[in-house]
Nanobody
Framework: VQLVESGEGLVQAGDSLRLSCVAS????????MVWFRQAPGKEREFVAG????????AYSDSVKGRFGISRDNAENTVYLQMNSLKPEDTGVYYC????????????????WGQGTQVTVSS
């Protein structure tokens, strides 16, 4: 099982960035996918999730209306489109695998990527 994130960047407030996470080593469509982030000195927090079919996206209140999650099951890839970025969006972003298939917060995720750094300057 492998999840590999990419798309890290140093951007200014108001800019956009797209993260990708390529999965391998398992049947991708058996799982929901999520994005979490962790800022320095803070706990990892749920950002967005999507179900195995690519529907019913869920977002944290802090990113709702600015971020969009999507997946391409033919490419085993989940994306996080981040718009109108704010300095408080700074952190390491991780993609995770949700064995329930629903891509919701509060689930016991069973695989994580190594993370990719997003830094937003004011």
């Amino acid at each position: 099982v492998q999840l590999v994130e990419s798309g890290e960047g140093l951007v200014q407030a108001g800019d956009s960035l797209r993260l990708s996470c390529v999965a391998s080593g398992f049947t991708y469509t058996d799982y929901g996918m999520v994005w979490f982030r962790q800022a320095p000195g803070k706990e990892r927090e749920f950002v967005a999730g999507i179900n195995w079919r690519g529907g019913n996206p869920a977002y944290s209140d802090s990113v709702k209306g600015r971020f969009g999650i999507s997946r391409d099951n033919a490419e085993n890839t989940v994306y996080l489109q981040m718009n109108s970025l704010k300095p408080e969006d700074t952190g390491v972003y991780y993609c995770g695998r949700d064995p329930t298939g629903w891509g919701r917060s509060g689930t016991e995720y069973d695989a994580w990527g190594q993370g990719t750094q997003v830094t937003v300057s004011s």
